[in-house]
């Protein structure tokens, strides 16, 4: 749940994190083959939820197969010399959140 760096634009915001930040990502070694879903997911209109309380600028998604395949990318010199420099570029981390969930299969109850 990303917060766009003070001063820049939702469309400069979203533009980089789609088009230059994604890409980075994706260069990493190994990245593609441990990587199950990216979707970075900026909001059009500057805010996700409309809530002051929860102005995010966007939602993505990196789903990885197992902890050890997202724990190889996050402690990857790759990760630390290109991926968390350029989140400083477009982001503030201070406002922006992460959440780390596992899959939980729920059988499908239908609707009465």
């Known amino acids: 749940l990303p917060v766009r760096r003070e001063g820049m634009t939702a469309a400069a915001f979203g533009n980089h994190w789609i088009h ?7 260069g990493q070694p190994g990245t593609r083959d441990r990587l ?14 409309g809530f002051s309380a929860a102005s995010f600028d966007g939602a993505g998604t990196i789903e990885f197969a197992a902890q050890k395949d997202l724990l190889a990318e996050f402690e990857s010199e790759h990760y630390r010399t290109v991926m968390a420099p350029d989140e400083l570029g477009f982001t503030s981390p201070l406002r922006s ?3 780390m969930v596992e899959p939980c299969n729920v059988p499908h109850v239908p609707r009465r």
């Open 20 to 26: 230059v930040h994604s890409i980075l990502a994706l």
């Open 36 to 49: 199950l879903r990216l979707e970075p997911c900026p909001a059009e209109d500057g805010g996700v939820t």
């Open 97 to 99: 959140c992460a959440l």
